[in-house]
């Protein structure tokens, strides 16, 4: 896909700066503090990941770099100007990750509403319909209301309307909430093309084994920042150590993790438990656990041990 | 620049096509728009007939003479009045009302006739049963018109022919017959669309938040004042295809004149439309909800619109208070112009000043939506 449309001079200029940037953005609703001074930055051409858990603060990260929002403090820039500005409009796309397309309108008219919106010519709006119709595997469903649809194709369709004129800057708001696996890693597999073609991608998920598949990703939690690196410098850079305990009594073998200080995480892994250890205190707890007849087996650490293990750290 | 409005004209005409698509798509804004208005028309134009028409009349006649009949025969004479009956005394009159079985009863005393041939001043008595003011007030005029043109029979049988010193020649222009449908549909065309005009705005813009599409269109390039508009233009039609036909069913069901030129019609049913579009608007940008916007939406046009417009209670009758409140009101001068248009054959020499009255609203009402429509989610 062309993903560099031609600009305008004026727009050059602020070229140099990074696609996203979020500098120290807060906001509260009533008691509820959704952003907590969160920094963070996205270059052009990236695919960063926005991890964390639900209430974490990300859709409102996202809806604040998308102008969508008034901010108690801080600045949200998108492609160097004011994320509110009406020229940054242009260039973003934005998914948002609840229903937002038109329920009554079939797949065909929700596509060409968006177009006109973007004042596409009718020729442009054809050729890129017609492809984005074709990655998607929406074509067939042309004339289908949006209503109709199933979560998987209708997250493909808001993705099709927000790709429309084709921007430099695409904001994704858990955009596979809800969706089968293998829709999953078709979407996976879009993202990275357009990545791959230029485009700056900002994802948000729950999903902790989909923070892998980013470029960077940032772990958040209460409305900030715990965590930021591409996957495997955070995994190489993980403190603790992660252990599968086999065997004993269930309750009385998460009675005894729950009482020790040193255990971070655990978390069940079908039969077994999966937790993560402070490092070098394993040998102690494989002790206290062997009169319960449990034992400890060493096992990679993965990402999900890592941010459950950081996030139970700073909620502590 | 000129790019810049053409950019602006596409994103109102999407607005406006994909609005288009809704209500075609949704049969309730349809039949609320197009069906219940002629419905609410056709009940209110029959039901609410003020015409004063075969008023049950008892008749305690105690003279039972000639004269005394010829007296029961001149007020029933025209079918106003409908006799239903004698009772044997007044007393019974009263049971009479509580029955319902007559609103007005004449009572003779006898001694009528013979108290008329020695020419002395005859008491005749009228009971009307005043529960239902409107019916009792006309009541009261018509009685007293045909009492009257009975003395004044008799007077001259008398006398021979008399000439009263002053003598008024009574000419009602416009409404000769005094038939309440005449001024009854257009306060009801008015009543009707802006009910339903404020109503299916009220409706859009809080649609939006609910459906969760008002993120998108935010994020999009599209301007506030680009989603008013679009979102008005539809509406607009629908709404002039409304009051076309709430006219055209007034001309054709109540025989309602059309005096005036279509033109001056459609420019101060389109002028009015504007204004209540606006409010709609107004009253959705603010709710944000479906259900409060059409509580707010109904409450802020059906009661002011229904009284204090003038349609069924004269604006002249109103307390001081009431009467400056009613400049507000939106459905006063479409009233008062329709009125004028319709049976009067008013052009604009004489309309400006309720077209004026209607543009200001608009333009306020319009702005204020759009001033009010902030562009945030949060």
């Known amino acids: 896909m062309e993903l560099h449309p031609e600009r305008g001079e004026a727009v050059r200029e602020a070229d140099a700066a990074p696609a996203l940037s979020a500098r120290g953005l807060s906001r509260r609703f009533g008691a509820v503090t959704a952003l907590d001074g969160l920094t963070f930055e996205v270059a052009r051409g990236e695919l960063y990941g926005l991890v964390g858990p639900d209430g974490a603060g990300k859709t409102t990260a996202i809806r604040a770099l998308a102008g969508l929002i008034r901010l108690d403090g801080g600045e949200a820039r998108v492609l160097g100007l004011a994320a509110d500005d009406h020229a940054v409009r242009e260039r973003v796309g934005l998914m948002p990750q609840q229903f937002s397309l038109y329920r009554d309108l079939s797949v065909g008219e929700n596509l060409r509403f968006f177009s006109r919106v973007f004042v596409l010519p009718r020729e442009v709006y054809r050729r890129r319909a017609e492809r984005l119709l074709e990655i998607t595997r929406l074509g067939p469903f042309l004339d289908r209301r949006a209503d109709a649809l199933s979560g998987g194709m209708y997250k493909k369709l808001a993705l099709a309307c927000a790709l429309l004129h084709e921007p430099e800057v695409l904001l994704l708001d858990e955009p596979t909430n809800g969706v089968d696996p293998v829709s999953r890693r078709e979407l996976w597999a879009l993202l990275h093309e357009f990545v791959h073609g230029g485009m700056t991608v900002l994802v948000s998920t729950p999903y902790m084994d989909e923070a892998e598949r980013c470029g960077r990703v940032g772990l958040m939690n209460r409305g900030r920042l715990l965590l930021e690196g591409a996957p495997p410098a955070l995994i190489a850079g993980f403190r603790d150590e992660a252990y599968e305990v086999r065997g004993g009594e269930r309750d009385r073998v998460e009675a005894e993790l729950a009482r020790t200080a040193s255990v971070r995480a655990a978390s069940p892994a079908g039969e077994r438990l999966r937790i993560v250890v402070a490092r070098g205190a394993a040998p102690e707890l494989a002790r206290s656990l062997a009169p319960l007849g449990a034992t400890l087996a060493p096992v990679t650490p993965d990402f999900e041990d890592l941010f459950l293990s950081r996030i139970r750290e700073e909620d502590a | ?378």
């Open chain 2, 1 to 378: 620049m000129k790019g810049r409005i053409r950019r602006s004209l596409v994103r109102i005409y999407a607005m406006a096509a994909k609005e288009g698509r809704h209500i075609v798509r949704d049969p309730r804004t349809l039949y609320m728009s197009l069906g219940m208005p002629v419905l609410l028309l056709f009940l209110f134009g029959y039901g609410v007939a003020f015409d004063i028409d075969r008023i049950p009349l008892a008749v305690v006649d105690q003279d039972r003479t000639e004269s005394s009949r010829a007296l029961v025969h001149a007020l029933t004479a025209s079918r106003e009045l409908v006799s239903v009956g004698e009772l044997p005394d007044p007393a019974a009159v009263l049971g009479a009302f509580r029955q319902e079985r007559a609103v007005a009863a004449l009572v003779v005393d006898e001694g009528y006739e013979r108290a008329l041939l020695a020419r002395e001043v005859v008491p005749v008595q009228l009971l009307v049963d005043g529960a239902d003011a409107l019916v009792a007030n006309q009541l009261l005029a018509k009685a007293d018109a045909l009492v009257r043109a009975e003395s004044q029979r008799l007077a001259s049988a008398e006398v021979g022919e008399t000439t009263p010193p002053v003598r008024v020649k009574v000419w009602t222009r416009y409404n000769p017959d005094g038939r309440s449908a005449f001024y009854m549909v257009p306060g009801l065309a008015a009543y009707l669309l802006a009910i339903t005009a404020v109503l299916l705005t009220a409706l859009t813009i809080a649609g939006e938040w609910e459906r969760g599409s008002m993120e998108q269109l935010f994020a999009s390039p599209i301007g506030r004042l680009e989603i008013v508009l679009g979102k008005l233009l539809p509406y607009l039609g629908l709404g002039l295809l409304e009051f076309l036909l709430v006219v055209a069913f007034g001309m054709i069901a109540f025989d309602l004149p059309m005096r005036g030129s279509g033109f001056a019609l459609a420019l101060l049913g389109l002028v009015f439309l504007l204004g209540m579009l606006g409010q709609g608007l107004l009253v959705s940008v603010i709710a944000k909800n479906q259900t409060v916007a059409t509580q707010a939406g109904t409450m802020s046009s059906l009661l002011p619109s229904l009284l204090l417009s003038g349609m069924i209670f004269p604006i002249e009758n109103m307390p001081v208070v009431l009467q400056h409140f009613s400049r507000v009101i939106p459905a006063r001068y479409l009233v008062h112009g329709l009125r004028g248009v319709l049976l009067k054959g008013n052009g604009l020499d004489v309309l400006w000043p309720d077209l004026l009255a209607l543009a200001v609203f608009a333009l306020v009402v319009i702005g204020l939506a759009t001033a009010r429509f902030q562009r945030r989610l949060a």
